[in-house]
């Protein structure tokens, strides 16, 4: 079956510090991976995805995220964090098999401080 | 562009009651998924369609829960007999086609509230 896991459930940050909100999955074929950001009374956002190619994928406003296959893992990065960027962040799994649906993990709560 | 529009986004109904929540998905989209957010917890999959056709209903949780989406466009979720366990956030989300690797572009949700 697949799951996602989230391990933190927030995430505490100095503005202009680096962050990482750390995901790892599990899937049976080969993983399409998915951050999304949910900020309050409003929809789902997507960041990025990871379908295949090059390890390290960049997205909308500043972050990227590393596929690590060997330790299953899909963390979230930003090298310089804005209080702005302080929202709940969930990380996805769907997988090559014919699978459409995503799976979430339970989201991190990132607060980024002045 | 318009993106994926949910109606209500608010409902309170008694436990017993009947609702139906509307989606209507980004324009030429032809996959369509709706999930449930309950409060501190990720969504979760209930259906997708892909045209009129319910590919995958696995996730609705028992048959008080009925999807439809006769056009191949709009989506109404229908909830019979609620229960205070429906309470809940329920978003609809919408891609240009069926596939794992495409990104879904949610909805803003629509609050339930079962009293």
């Known amino acids: 079956a697949q799951s996602v896991a989230q391990p933190e459930d927030q995430v505490n940050v100095a503005e202009g510090n680096p962050l990482t909100v750390k995901c790892t999955y599990s899937?049976?074929?080969?993983?399409?991976l998915f951050w999304y950001v949910q900020y309050p009374n409003r929809g789902l956002q997507f960041l990025l995805k990871?379908?295949?190619?090059?390890?390290l994928v960049k997205g909308s406003y500043g972050f990227e995220a590393e596929f690590n296959k060997s330790q299953t893992s899909f963390h979230l990065k930003k090298p310089s964090a804005l209080v702005s960027d302080s929202a709940l962040y969930f990380c996805a799994v769907s997988d090559s098999g014919g699978y459409n649906k995503l799976i979430f993990g339970a989201g991190t709560r990132l607060a980024v401080h002045p | 562009g318009a993106g994926v529009s949910q109606t209500p986004s608010n409902k309170v109904t008694e436990k017993g009651k009947y609702v139906e929540l509307r989606c209507d998905p980004i324009s030429g989209h032809t996959a369509l998924y709706w999930y449930r957010q309950s409060l501190g917890q990720g969504p979760e999959f209930l259906i997708y369609f892909q045209g009129t056709g319910a590919a995958d209903d696995s996730g609705l949780p028992n048959d008080r829960f009925f999807a439809v989406r006769p056009e191949g466009s709009v989506s109404t979720l229908k909830i019979q007999r609620t229960e205070r366990g429906d309470s809940a956030v329920y978003l609809c989300a919408s891609s240009p086609q069926l596939g794992g690797n495409y990104e879904q572009y949610f909805g803003p949700g629509t609050r339930l509230t079962v009293t």
């Open positions: 899937v049976s074929g080969n993983p399409y």
């Open positions: 990871y379908i295949t190619g090059d390890n």
